[in-house]
């Protein structure tokens, strides 16, 4: 059964250092998600994408963000200067439409530390 | 106010017995997904079962079923025949129609299953 996957499945960073997470989400599917989760608190909307760009995203989204699809398989998440609270996990997820009743399928996540 | 609310925080089951996991939201979209995802201590999210608001009948994948009851919001997750894998984190997920992809997770609720 196809699934997303994710790279790597822990990343230890030093404050201000650039991160770039990966994601090689399903192949047929349209729609590009990055979700966020603090340990022991809920899932939370980074970001959506789709053709090439973004379609919507949260307030958690600032600047230091930013989404990129560089070929036909990956989708990245990159973390410019990256600070203490930005340790996460970090869910990258994939839909085939866009719609209420279609379901996000999510990877394995990356465990992202930052000391 | 809390979009999607789980007010379990942990939930205890003997093996073989069924359990209800609550799930109450709101929305004022008359279009809308309701999905539960499972997250297993190794962390990954994994799709559980989906109910549309406009379904007539209550969603079952195999030992997973909702007890979808509209007009009081709720969203149950019943997991019937409980297994000792079943424990994990269960997420209650809503995704709105109308001009939004994000899911919007509940808090989540601890299963553990004991023999």
């Known amino acids: 059964e196809p699934e997303v996957t994710q790279t790597p499945s822990h990343q230890v960073t030093q404050m201000g250092q650039e991160v770039i997470l990966r994601c090689v989400p399903i192949?047929?599917?349209?729609?590009f998600y990055w979700y966020r989760q603090i340990l022991g608190q809920k899932v939370e909307f980074l970001v959506s994408?789709?053709?090439?760009?973004?379609?919507?995203k949260s307030e958690i989204f600032d600047d230091q963000f930013s989404v990129e699809r560089p070929d036909g398989s990956n989708f990245t998440l990159k973390i410019r200067s990256t600070k203490l609270e930005d340790s996460a996990m970090y869910f990258c997820?994939?839909?085939?439409?866009?719609?209420?009743?279609?379901?996000?399928?999510f990877g394995p996540g990356t465990r992202l530390t930052v000391l | 106010a809390q979009k999607i609310t789980q007010t379990q925080p942990g939930m205890f089951v003997q093996e073989k017995e069924a359990v209800t996991l609550d799930c109450t939201y709101d929305?004022?979209?008359?279009?809308?997904?309701l999905f539960w995802y499972k997250q297993p201590s190794s962390g990954e999210m994994i799709f559980l079962i989906y109910?549309?608001?406009?379904?007539?009948q209550n969603a079952t994948e195999g030992r997973y079923s909702l007890n979808f009851q509209k007009a009081r919001k709720s969203a149950n997750l019943v997991i019937s025949a409980s297994q000792l894998g079943d424990s994990a984190m269960y997420f209650c997920?809503?995704?709105?129609?109308?001009?939004?992809?994000?899911?919007?997770f509940g808090t989540g609720t601890r299963l553990q299953v004991f023999p």
């Open positions: 109910q549309g608001s406009y379904d007539q």
């Open positions: 994408f789709y053709n090439n760009e973004i379609s919507e």
């Open positions: 929305t004022s979209d008359p279009s809308y997904g």
């Open positions: 192949s047929n599917h349209l729609y």
């Open positions: 997920a809503m995704r709105e129609a109308q001009n939004t992809d994000k899911l919007i």
């Open positions: 997820a994939s839909s085939v439409r866009r719609s209420d009743t279609d379901t996000q399928y």
